[in-house]
Protein backbone atom coordinates (compact mmCIF):
# COMPACT_ATOMS: atom_id res chain seq x y z
CA UNK A 1 0.00 0.00 0.00
CA UNK A 2 3.04 2.71 1.13
CA UNK A 3 4.60 1.70 -2.13
CA UNK A 4 1.44 1.87 -4.65
CA UNK A 5 0.78 5.67 -2.93
CA UNK A 6 4.80 6.52 -3.25
CA UNK A 7 4.54 5.68 -6.97
CA UNK A 8 1.20 7.04 -7.61
CA UNK A 9 2.74 10.05 -5.97
CA UNK A 10 5.41 10.08 -7.80
CA UNK A 11 3.80 9.50 -11.13
CA UNK A 12 1.76 12.52 -9.99
CA UNK A 13 4.97 14.94 -10.24
CA UNK A 14 5.68 13.17 -13.55
CA UNK A 15 2.90 14.68 -15.44
CA UNK A 16 2.26 18.05 -13.40
CA UNK A 17 -0.51 17.12 -11.36
CA UNK A 18 -0.50 18.89 -7.93
CA UNK A 19 0.62 16.94 -5.33
CA UNK A 20 1.24 17.54 -1.37
CA UNK A 21 3.48 20.39 0.28
CA UNK A 22 5.95 18.34 2.12
CA UNK A 23 3.83 19.49 5.21
CA UNK A 24 0.40 20.12 5.21
CA UNK A 25 0.26 23.32 7.14
CA UNK A 26 3.57 25.23 6.13
CA UNK A 27 2.00 28.29 4.28
CA UNK A 28 -1.24 28.29 7.03
CA UNK A 29 -0.62 31.25 9.49
CA UNK A 30 -2.79 32.21 12.41
CA UNK A 31 -3.34 29.74 15.50
CA UNK A 32 -3.61 26.82 14.37
CA UNK A 33 -0.31 26.97 12.71
CA UNK A 34 1.56 27.62 16.15
CA UNK A 35 -0.54 25.13 17.83
CA UNK A 36 1.06 22.68 14.42
CA UNK A 37 4.73 24.23 15.65
CA UNK A 38 3.84 23.64 19.44
CA UNK A 39 2.58 20.11 18.83
CA UNK A 40 5.70 18.82 16.77
CA UNK A 41 7.67 20.49 19.18
CA UNK A 42 5.92 18.85 22.17
CA UNK A 43 6.66 15.72 21.00
CA UNK A 44 10.86 16.26 19.77
CA UNK A 45 11.09 17.08 23.80
CA UNK A 46 9.74 14.26 24.84
CA UNK A 47 11.52 12.06 23.00
CA UNK A 48 14.73 13.82 23.68
CA UNK A 49 13.88 13.99 27.63
CA UNK A 50 12.83 10.51 27.33
CA UNK A 51 16.40 9.29 25.65
CA UNK A 52 18.85 11.48 28.11
CA UNK A 53 16.84 9.71 30.85
CA UNK A 54 17.29 5.91 29.30
CA UNK A 55 20.98 7.29 28.46
CA UNK A 56 21.79 8.46 31.59
CA UNK A 57 20.20 6.52 34.49
CA UNK A 58 18.80 3.61 32.94
CA UNK A 59 21.13 0.17 33.37
CA UNK A 60 20.42 -1.43 30.07
CA UNK A 61 22.20 -4.99 29.08
CA UNK A 62 24.77 -4.35 26.28
CA UNK A 63 22.12 -6.13 24.03
CA UNK A 64 19.57 -3.79 24.62
CA UNK A 65 21.29 -0.59 24.62
CA UNK A 66 21.63 -0.29 21.09
CA UNK A 67 17.85 -0.46 20.83
CA UNK A 68 17.26 2.11 22.94
CA UNK A 69 17.40 5.38 20.87
CA UNK A 70 14.61 3.54 18.18
CA UNK A 71 11.11 4.94 20.19
CA UNK A 72 13.12 8.35 20.11
CA UNK A 73 14.32 8.50 16.25
CA UNK A 74 10.43 7.31 15.68
CA UNK A 75 8.50 10.02 17.54
CA UNK A 76 11.04 12.83 16.20
CA UNK A 77 10.32 11.35 12.61
CA UNK A 78 6.57 11.61 13.35
CA UNK A 79 7.37 15.12 14.40
CA UNK A 80 8.55 16.36 11.21
CA UNK A 81 6.45 14.08 9.06
CA UNK A 82 3.47 14.82 6.96
CA UNK A 83 1.00 15.10 10.28
CA UNK A 84 2.16 15.96 13.62
CA UNK A 85 0.69 13.15 15.49
CA UNK A 86 0.69 9.86 17.15
CA UNK A 87 -2.46 7.87 16.50
CA UNK A 88 -4.73 9.79 18.40
CA UNK A 89 -2.45 11.85 21.50
CA UNK A 90 -2.41 15.45 20.44
CA UNK A 91 -0.56 17.74 22.53
CA UNK A 92 -0.50 22.08 22.79
CA UNK A 93 1.08 24.02 24.31
CA UNK A 94 0.20 27.82 25.02
CA UNK A 95 2.47 30.37 24.09
CA UNK A 96 2.99 31.36 27.71
CA UNK A 97 4.30 27.69 28.09
CA UNK A 98 6.73 28.35 25.48
CA UNK A 99 7.94 31.09 26.74
CA UNK A 100 8.97 29.46 29.82
CA UNK A 101 10.56 26.65 28.31
CA UNK A 102 12.92 28.98 26.35
CA UNK A 103 14.05 30.77 29.41
CA UNK A 104 14.00 27.50 31.46
CA UNK A 105 16.53 26.22 28.04
CA UNK A 106 18.66 29.73 28.20
CA UNK A 107 18.98 29.27 31.70
CA UNK A 108 20.01 25.66 31.57
CA UNK A 109 22.47 26.43 28.95
CA UNK A 110 23.54 29.20 31.58
CA UNK A 111 24.16 27.06 34.46
CA UNK A 112 26.21 24.75 31.72
CA UNK A 113 28.23 27.58 31.12
CA UNK A 114 28.77 27.72 34.63
CA UNK A 115 29.85 24.35 36.00
CA UNK A 116 32.21 24.91 33.04
CA UNK A 117 34.03 28.01 34.15
CA UNK A 118 33.77 26.72 37.76
CA UNK A 119 35.25 22.90 36.61
CA UNK A 120 37.96 24.95 34.50
CA UNK A 121 39.45 21.99 32.16
CA UNK A 122 35.98 19.55 30.02
CA UNK A 123 35.09 16.18 31.16
CA UNK A 124 35.77 14.78 27.68
CA UNK A 125 38.94 14.34 25.67
CA UNK A 126 37.46 15.98 22.24
CA UNK A 127 38.04 19.72 23.23
CA UNK A 128 41.15 18.38 24.29
CA UNK A 129 42.76 17.26 20.84
CA UNK A 130 40.62 20.25 19.23
CA UNK A 131 42.44 23.15 20.96
CA UNK A 132 46.15 20.91 20.93
CA UNK A 133 45.33 20.68 16.94
CA UNK A 134 45.01 24.53 16.58
CA UNK A 135 48.38 25.40 18.53
CA UNK A 136 50.12 22.56 16.30
CA UNK A 137 48.87 24.60 13.25
CA UNK A 138 50.26 27.86 14.54
CA UNK A 139 53.29 26.69 15.21
CA UNK A 140 53.23 25.06 12.06
CA UNK A 141 53.53 21.31 12.87
CA UNK A 142 50.89 18.93 10.96
CA UNK A 143 47.79 18.53 13.13
CA UNK A 144 47.76 14.89 12.27
CA UNK A 145 50.51 14.41 14.39
CA UNK A 146 49.04 15.36 17.64
CA UNK A 147 48.46 12.94 20.34
CA UNK A 148 46.60 13.14 23.26
CA UNK A 149 49.20 12.53 25.98
CA UNK A 150 50.87 15.48 24.92
CA UNK A 151 47.91 17.28 24.76
CA UNK A 152 46.58 16.57 28.30
CA UNK A 153 50.32 17.86 29.60
CA UNK A 154 50.10 20.97 27.28
CA UNK A 155 46.80 22.17 28.52
CA UNK A 156 46.75 20.74 32.08
CA UNK A 157 43.74 18.08 31.19
CA UNK A 158 43.86 15.83 34.71
CA UNK A 159 40.50 14.20 33.90
CA UNK A 160 41.26 9.97 32.76
CA UNK A 161 39.20 10.39 29.95
CA UNK A 162 41.69 9.87 26.86
CA UNK A 163 40.36 7.71 24.17
CA UNK A 164 42.65 4.67 24.31
CA UNK A 165 42.77 1.91 21.22
CA UNK A 166 43.69 -1.79 21.43
CA UNK A 167 47.73 -1.26 20.05
CA UNK A 168 50.56 -0.89 22.17
CA UNK A 169 50.14 -1.65 26.23
CA UNK A 170 46.32 -1.99 25.94
CA UNK A 171 46.56 -4.88 22.62
CA UNK A 172 46.13 -7.85 24.82
CA UNK A 173 42.69 -6.01 26.62
CA UNK A 174 39.40 -7.58 25.36
CA UNK A 175 37.41 -4.36 26.70
CA UNK A 176 38.24 -0.61 27.39
CA UNK A 177 41.46 -0.04 29.32
CA UNK A 178 40.75 1.59 32.96
CA UNK A 179 41.29 5.20 33.84
CA UNK A 180 43.97 3.79 35.94
CA UNK A 181 46.10 1.84 33.25
CA UNK A 182 45.34 4.71 31.21
CA UNK A 183 47.02 7.12 33.48
CA UNK A 184 49.92 5.03 33.56
CA UNK A 185 50.53 5.01 29.78
CA UNK A 186 49.69 8.91 29.41
CA UNK A 187 52.42 9.68 32.18
CA UNK A 188 54.98 7.52 30.51
CA UNK A 189 54.25 8.61 26.98
CA UNK A 190 54.40 12.15 28.29
CA UNK A 191 57.96 11.98 29.33
CA UNK A 192 59.28 9.58 26.31
CA UNK A 193 57.07 11.66 23.61
CA UNK A 194 55.34 8.31 22.26
CA UNK A 195 52.43 8.40 21.99
CA UNK A 196 51.55 4.16 21.92
CA UNK A 197 47.79 2.97 23.13
CA UNK A 198 46.36 6.58 21.99
CA UNK A 199 44.93 7.59 18.69
CA UNK A 200 46.34 11.09 16.86
CA UNK A 201 43.14 13.96 15.62
CA UNK A 202 40.93 12.00 13.36
CA UNK A 203 38.71 14.57 13.00
CA UNK A 204 38.66 17.12 8.90
CA UNK A 205 41.59 19.60 9.12
CA UNK A 206 39.25 22.38 9.34
CA UNK A 207 38.22 21.33 12.83
CA UNK A 208 41.65 22.26 13.97
CA UNK A 209 40.62 26.05 12.87
CA UNK A 210 37.72 26.30 15.37
CA UNK A 211 39.38 27.57 18.13
CA UNK A 212 42.42 28.72 16.45
CA UNK A 213 42.43 32.63 17.56
CA UNK A 214 42.64 31.54 21.22
CA UNK A 215 44.15 27.89 21.05
CA UNK A 216 47.03 28.92 23.52
CA UNK A 217 44.70 30.42 25.94
CA UNK A 218 43.35 28.82 29.11
CA UNK A 219 39.91 26.92 29.11
CA UNK A 220 37.72 29.80 30.38
CA UNK A 221 38.91 31.60 27.23
CA UNK A 222 38.00 28.52 24.90
CA UNK A 223 34.69 28.33 26.59
CA UNK A 224 33.60 32.03 25.98
CA UNK A 225 35.11 31.91 22.33
CA UNK A 226 32.88 28.75 21.43
CA UNK A 227 29.99 30.25 23.47
CA UNK A 228 30.31 33.57 21.09
CA UNK A 229 30.19 31.12 18.13
CA UNK A 230 27.15 29.07 19.18
CA UNK A 231 25.38 32.64 19.65
CA UNK A 232 26.42 34.15 16.77
CA UNK A 233 25.58 30.69 14.35
CA UNK A 234 22.44 30.78 16.49
CA UNK A 235 21.56 34.11 15.25
CA UNK A 236 22.15 33.00 11.48
CA UNK A 237 19.80 30.29 12.07
CA UNK A 238 17.15 31.99 13.37
CA UNK A 239 17.47 35.29 12.03
CA UNK A 240 15.35 36.65 8.97
CA UNK A 241 11.62 35.57 8.40
CA UNK A 242 10.08 33.06 11.02
CA UNK A 243 6.53 31.22 11.59
CA UNK A 244 4.19 31.27 13.76
CA UNK A 245 5.44 29.60 17.17
CA UNK A 246 9.01 29.31 16.37
CA UNK A 247 9.26 30.02 20.22
CA UNK A 248 8.56 26.61 19.81
CA UNK A 249 11.19 25.32 17.90
CA UNK A 250 14.07 27.51 19.25
CA UNK A 251 13.05 26.08 22.69
CA UNK A 252 13.72 22.44 21.49
CA UNK A 253 16.91 23.67 20.25
CA UNK A 254 18.09 25.34 22.95
CA UNK A 255 17.04 22.22 25.56
CA UNK A 256 18.54 19.60 23.09
CA UNK A 257 22.04 21.59 23.57
CA UNK A 258 21.38 22.00 27.50
CA UNK A 259 20.31 18.88 28.06
CA UNK A 260 22.88 16.99 26.12
CA UNK A 261 25.56 18.84 26.85
CA UNK A 262 24.78 18.76 30.70
CA UNK A 263 24.45 15.21 30.55
CA UNK A 264 27.08 14.23 28.46
CA UNK A 265 30.40 16.32 28.01
CA UNK A 266 30.27 18.70 30.71
CA UNK A 267 31.58 22.05 28.68
CA UNK A 268 31.03 23.84 25.71
CA UNK A 269 32.70 21.55 23.05
CA UNK A 270 34.05 23.02 19.67
CA UNK A 271 32.17 19.98 18.08
CA UNK A 272 28.95 21.22 18.55
CA UNK A 273 29.64 24.05 16.23
CA UNK A 274 29.80 21.68 13.30
CA UNK A 275 26.49 20.83 14.36
CA UNK A 276 24.94 24.18 14.68
CA UNK A 277 26.75 24.79 10.94
CA UNK A 278 24.60 21.80 9.94
CA UNK A 279 21.56 23.43 11.40
CA UNK A 280 22.19 26.39 9.90
CA UNK A 281 22.33 24.71 5.61
CA UNK A 282 18.66 23.22 6.74
CA UNK A 283 17.19 26.17 8.27
CA UNK A 284 18.61 28.83 5.62
CA UNK A 285 17.97 25.86 2.66
CA UNK A 286 16.38 28.77 1.17
CA UNK A 287 19.34 30.76 0.73
CA UNK A 288 21.74 28.49 -2.08
CA UNK A 289 24.78 30.39 -0.93
CA UNK A 290 24.26 30.63 2.63
CA UNK A 291 23.14 27.35 3.32
CA UNK A 292 25.54 25.59 0.18
CA UNK A 293 28.71 27.37 2.27
CA UNK A 294 27.25 26.19 5.80
CA UNK A 295 26.92 22.48 4.86
CA UNK A 296 30.32 22.71 3.66
CA UNK A 297 31.61 24.02 6.39
CA UNK A 298 30.18 21.46 8.76
CA UNK A 299 31.70 18.53 6.59
CA UNK A 300 35.36 20.06 6.28
CA UNK A 301 34.78 19.72 10.23
CA UNK A 302 33.09 16.93 11.48
CA UNK A 303 32.91 13.12 9.78
CA UNK A 304 29.53 12.97 11.77
CA UNK A 305 28.09 16.11 9.26
CA UNK A 306 29.08 13.26 6.08
CA UNK A 307 25.55 11.66 7.08
CA UNK A 308 22.89 14.48 6.88
CA UNK A 309 25.14 15.55 3.43
CA UNK A 310 23.47 12.90 1.00
CA UNK A 311 19.49 13.91 2.14
CA UNK A 312 20.44 17.55 1.83
CA UNK A 313 21.45 17.23 -1.34
CA UNK A 314 18.60 14.66 -2.61
CA UNK A 315 16.14 17.67 -1.01
CA UNK A 316 17.97 20.14 -3.18
CA UNK A 317 18.46 17.91 -6.19
CA UNK A 318 15.66 18.96 -8.58
CA UNK A 319 15.45 22.48 -6.93
CA UNK A 320 15.32 25.25 -9.53
CA UNK A 321 19.31 26.66 -9.97
CA UNK A 322 20.71 23.29 -8.08
CA UNK A 323 23.34 24.07 -10.15
CA UNK A 324 24.53 27.08 -8.45
CA UNK A 325 24.28 26.05 -5.31
CA UNK A 326 26.30 22.88 -5.81
CA UNK A 327 29.39 25.46 -7.28
CA UNK A 328 28.67 27.22 -4.39
CA UNK A 329 29.21 23.71 -2.06
CA UNK A 330 32.09 22.26 -4.30
CA UNK A 331 34.08 25.77 -3.79
CA UNK A 332 33.77 25.87 -0.15
CA UNK A 333 34.32 22.10 0.31
CA UNK A 334 37.66 23.15 -1.79
CA UNK A 335 38.95 26.01 -0.03
CA UNK A 336 38.26 24.24 3.03
CA UNK A 337 40.18 21.09 2.14
CA UNK A 338 42.59 22.10 -0.79
CA UNK A 339 44.96 23.75 0.95
CA UNK A 340 45.70 21.34 3.51
CA UNK A 341 45.62 18.66 0.60
CA UNK A 342 48.89 20.37 -0.70
CA UNK A 343 50.73 21.09 2.60
CA UNK A 344 49.83 16.84 3.60
CA UNK A 345 49.21 14.83 0.56
CA UNK A 346 47.83 12.29 2.90
CA UNK A 347 45.09 14.28 4.04
CA UNK A 348 42.59 11.61 2.34
CA UNK A 349 43.83 8.53 4.57
CA UNK A 350 44.36 10.68 7.43
CA UNK A 351 40.78 11.72 7.21
CA UNK A 352 39.79 8.05 7.03
CA UNK A 353 42.02 7.05 9.63
CA UNK A 354 39.02 6.34 12.24
CA UNK A 355 37.54 3.75 9.58
CA UNK A 356 40.82 1.78 10.51
CA UNK A 357 41.63 2.02 14.66
CA UNK A 358 41.46 -0.45 16.83
CA UNK A 359 38.91 0.68 19.11
CA UNK A 360 37.32 -1.06 22.01
CA UNK A 361 35.54 -2.25 22.50
CA UNK A 362 37.25 -5.75 20.49
CA UNK A 363 40.03 -4.08 19.47
CA UNK A 364 38.02 -4.13 15.80
CA UNK A 365 38.80 -1.64 12.89
CA UNK A 366 35.26 0.69 12.89
CA UNK A 367 35.88 -0.23 16.33
CA UNK A 368 33.88 3.19 17.56
CA UNK A 369 30.97 1.39 15.86
CA UNK A 370 30.98 -1.95 16.70
CA UNK A 371 28.29 -3.67 18.80
CA UNK A 372 27.58 -7.00 19.64
CA UNK A 373 24.61 -7.63 17.80
CA UNK A 374 26.86 -7.15 14.80
CA UNK A 375 30.13 -9.13 15.68
CA UNK A 376 32.43 -8.12 12.74
CA UNK A 377 31.71 -4.13 12.37
CA UNK A 378 32.05 -3.95 8.34
CA UNK A 379 29.06 -5.00 7.95
CA UNK A 380 27.42 -2.38 9.98
CA UNK A 381 29.55 0.02 7.48
CA UNK A 382 27.46 -1.62 4.83
CA UNK A 383 24.50 -1.44 6.50
CA UNK A 384 24.97 2.33 7.82
CA UNK A 385 25.67 3.06 4.24
CA UNK A 386 22.53 1.37 2.59
CA UNK A 387 20.24 3.19 5.49
CA UNK A 388 21.72 5.95 4.53
CA UNK A 389 21.00 5.76 0.46
CA UNK A 390 17.52 4.91 1.36
CA UNK A 391 16.93 7.71 3.62
CA UNK A 392 18.36 9.86 0.27
CA UNK A 393 16.03 7.93 -1.97
CA UNK A 394 12.66 9.19 0.23
CA UNK A 395 13.92 12.49 0.74
CA UNK A 396 14.58 12.90 -3.23
CA UNK A 397 11.01 10.80 -3.89
CA UNK A 398 8.72 12.18 -1.39
CA UNK A 399 7.87 15.75 -0.40
CA UNK A 400 5.64 14.60 1.81
CA UNK A 401 8.65 12.64 3.94
CA UNK A 402 11.93 14.04 2.90
CA UNK A 403 12.08 16.78 5.80
CA UNK A 404 11.80 14.00 8.16
CA UNK A 405 14.05 12.09 6.56
CA UNK A 406 16.81 15.08 8.14
CA UNK A 407 16.18 12.87 11.33
CA UNK A 408 15.52 9.24 9.84
CA UNK A 409 18.97 9.14 8.30
CA UNK A 410 20.94 9.27 12.30
CA UNK A 411 19.12 6.15 12.53
CA UNK A 412 22.09 4.74 10.92
CA UNK A 413 23.93 4.21 14.65
CA UNK A 414 20.21 2.75 15.76
CA UNK A 415 23.16 -0.64 16.26
CA UNK A 416 25.82 1.63 17.79
CA UNK A 417 26.95 1.17 21.40
CA UNK A 418 27.62 4.84 21.47
CA UNK A 419 24.23 5.90 19.98
CA UNK A 420 23.03 6.57 23.43
CA UNK A 421 26.18 9.20 23.80
CA UNK A 422 26.43 11.59 21.62
CA UNK A 423 25.32 10.42 18.05
CA UNK A 424 22.28 11.22 18.04
CA UNK A 425 22.73 14.15 19.12
CA UNK A 426 22.69 15.74 15.48
CA UNK A 427 19.41 14.34 15.23
CA UNK A 428 17.48 16.62 18.08
CA UNK A 429 19.68 19.37 16.94
CA UNK A 430 18.68 19.31 13.54
CA UNK A 431 14.96 18.91 13.68
CA UNK A 432 13.63 22.12 14.69
CA UNK A 433 16.14 23.19 11.93
CA UNK A 434 14.69 21.24 9.20
CA UNK A 435 11.31 22.63 10.13
CA UNK A 436 12.46 26.06 9.56
CA UNK A 437 13.93 25.24 6.52
CA UNK A 438 10.99 23.46 5.36
CA UNK A 439 8.74 26.07 6.29
CA UNK A 440 11.08 29.23 4.33
CA UNK A 441 11.33 27.21 1.33
CA UNK A 442 7.71 26.65 1.09
CA UNK A 443 7.18 30.38 1.96
CA UNK A 444 9.87 31.60 -0.99
CA UNK A 445 7.80 28.82 -3.09
CA UNK A 446 4.44 30.48 -2.28
CA UNK A 447 5.66 33.73 -2.62
CA UNK A 448 7.18 33.13 -6.34
CA UNK A 449 4.34 31.14 -7.48
CA UNK A 450 2.24 34.36 -6.53
CA UNK A 451 4.38 36.66 -8.26
CA UNK A 452 5.20 34.51 -11.54
CA UNK A 453 2.49 32.21 -11.94
CA UNK A 454 5.02 29.25 -11.37
CA UNK A 455 4.34 26.13 -8.73
CA UNK A 456 6.02 26.67 -5.58
CA UNK A 457 9.08 24.25 -5.36
CA UNK A 458 8.10 22.79 -1.78
CA UNK A 459 4.87 21.23 -3.42
CA UNK A 460 7.17 18.51 -5.13
CA UNK A 461 10.49 18.41 -7.36
CA UNK A 462 10.43 20.63 -10.42
CA UNK A 463 9.76 19.17 -14.06
Not at 61 to 86: D, E, I, M, Q, Y
Not at 131 to 145: E, F, I, K, N, T
Amino acid sequence: MLLRRWLAGSEARATGAPSQPPLAELTATGADFADDMSVRASQGILALLVWVVVAVKLPTPNWLAPLLPLPALLVVANALGPRPWLGRVHWRLSSRTWRALLVGAIGLAGVELGFSLFANQPSVDEPVTLACASRSVLQGHDPYLTYEPQCAADLHYRTPNLTAIASGPFAHLPHGAAPAQIRVVELRDQRTGGHQGFAAMIYPPDAALLVLPIAFSGWTAIWCWVMALFLLLLAATWGGSRPRGWQALLAWQLLTFGSLAFAFSLGWDPEYLSYLLLALAFARIDQQRISALALAAAVCTNQLCWIAAPVYLAIVLREAGVRRRLTWLAGGVAVGLLPWLVWDRALPGEMLRFLTLPYFPGGDSLGAFATSPVGHSWPYLLGMIAWVGICSLIAWRSPEWRWAMVAVVWGAFIMSSFALDHYFLPMFWLSPAALLGAWRVAQAGATSGANRGATPMAAGPAT
